[in-house]
């Protein structure tokens, strides 16, 4: 089976930086995507890592190590509109596997 | 450009009801996937096509769940008879040879 692990929640302050995690344990890798979803819409593209370290896009970044099964989103300057859920997806053989996602709050 | 469109975008209805969804992928793409998404479950996969052929349907619940891709801007996603415990939201989206994958609107379907 596949196990996609992300914390479920947290709160940043406004212009603060915060760390999503992401850890996976599947059968088989091609990548790892993270998705942004704002209530009651479809999930929207960020950001795809296929090797080892960080690529940094704005004021959003991800990481990847496949050796530790692991990446991390970086929201940089938060904002009110970053409030959402991120997922993480590995991308198995012609599929995508998501975890539950990490809902992100952010306050004044 | 049009992305995933997704009809109709709310649907309640009663227990036993069949319940049919429509997606029409973005121009081009060639693979197709149908997703179900819970508070409880997330967002899972439940079937996807590659050129129109069903590739992976081991997400389908069960038999009451069917799909299907006449041809490239068509699918549609069946539940016959529809419970209670369908209700969800379902997402369509579609990708080029198994690139990005953009998602649709979804469809929150309530089964009374």
């Known amino acids: 089976g596949q196990n996609i692990d992300q914390p479920t929640e947290m709160t940043a302050t406004e212009g603060a930086i915060v760390q999503i995690n992401c850890t996976y344990q599947?059968?088989?890798?091609?990548?790892l995507f993270w998705y942004q979803q704002h209530a009651g819409e479809a999930p929207t593209f960020l950001s795809y890592n296929v090797l080892d370290g960080l690529e940094e896009k704005g004021r959003f970044s991800s990481f990847l190590s496949r050796s530790k099964g692991y990446s991390y989103l970086l929201l940089k300057e938060l904002q009110m509109k970053d409030s959402a859920s991120y997922l993480c997806?590995?991308?198995?053989?012609?599929?995508?596997?998501f975890g539950k996602g990490n809902q992100v709050v952010v306050i004044p | 450009d049009a992305g995933v469109i997704q009809s109709p975008r709310h649907e309640v209805t009663e227990m036993g009801q069949e319940v049919t969804l429509r997606c029409k992928p973005i121009?081009?793409?060639?693979?197709l996937f149908w997703y179900r998404q819970t508070m409880m479950r997330g967002l899972e996969l439940l079937i996807y096509f590659n050129n129109n052929v069903p590739i992976d349907d081991s997400g389908m619940p069960e038999d009451r769940f069917s799909a299907k891709m006449p041809n490239a801007s068509f699918s549609t996603l069946k539940i016959q008879p529809s419970e209670p415990r369908d209700s969800a939201v379902y997402f369509c989206?579609?990708?080029?040879?198994?690139?990005?994958?953009?998602f649709g609107p979804g469809t929150r379907l309530t089964v009374l």
């Open positions: 599947t059968s088989g890798f091609n990548g």
């Open positions: 997806a590995v991308m198995l053989p012609n599929r995508l596997a």
């Open positions: 989206a579609s990708s080029a040879g198994g690139d990005t994958q953009y």
């Open positions: 121009s081009g793409h060639n693979s």
